[in-house]
């Protein structure tokens, strides 16, 4: 009798850590979520401003497939004409998703690009958001006349040192969002 005592009593005493522990993630989950959502709606709204031309009017998120994925863009107009696209772009880079914001003006040159989120490896392919070199040769790149692949492959893309994984998922996530722009202009 007494071994089924002390099963009832650890069943009994488990279940209630669970049930506190539950409740006490539960209550953190619901004062972060807002916080939370504010900081990524400042990082989109900041990347749009980074990728963009000032001076435009920028019209509201609209749907767009990016790279056989669901996601959004915005429209930079000017006297009503649009001048510029910003699109979001997630490809998987080594280390899991790798999300940019994509600046591409109505002419189909890249603008510029803004990391939005990313797993890389710190030191080295998390240089993809950090190594001037590597996102400064991307602003007005002229996707026409130059290739968005990596030099290794053929391309005019300088990879990151020890990192042609996430240098790769860079430049395809560009020109998946060059591609989607096209698309809808009829390019």
Request: proline share 4%.
């Amino acid at each position: 009798m007494a071994v089924k005592s002390n099963l009832t009593t650890m069943v009994v005493c488990l279940t209630v850590v669970s049930l506190i522990c539950s409740a006490l993630l539960g209550g953190m989950y619901a004062l972060t979520a807002e916080p939370i959502a504010k900081a990524n709606a400042d990082i989109l709204k900041a990347s749009i401003g980074a990728v963009l031309p000032e001076g435009g009017e920028l019209s509201e998120s609209k749907p767009i497939e990016v790279g056989g994925q669901d996601s959004e863009y915005y429209v930079s107009t000017k006297d009503g004409a649009p001048v510029a696209y910003a699109v979001k772009s997630t490809t998987v880079g080594f280390g899991g998703p790798l999300v940019l914001m994509v600046g591409i003006t109505a002419d189909g040159v890249v603008y510029n690009t803004s990391v939005l989120s990313h797993n890389e490896t710190p030191g080295l392919g998390a240089k993809c958001n950090t190594d001037e070199k590597f996102m400064n040769q991307f602003k007005n790149f002229d996707p026409v006349s130059k290739s968005l692949t990596v030099k290794k492959d053929g391309g005019d893309v300088d990879a990151i040192t020890a990192s042609t994984i996430t240098s790769r998922a860079y430049a395809l996530a560009i020109d998946n969002a060059v591609k989607a722009i096209n698309s809808i202009k009829g390019e």
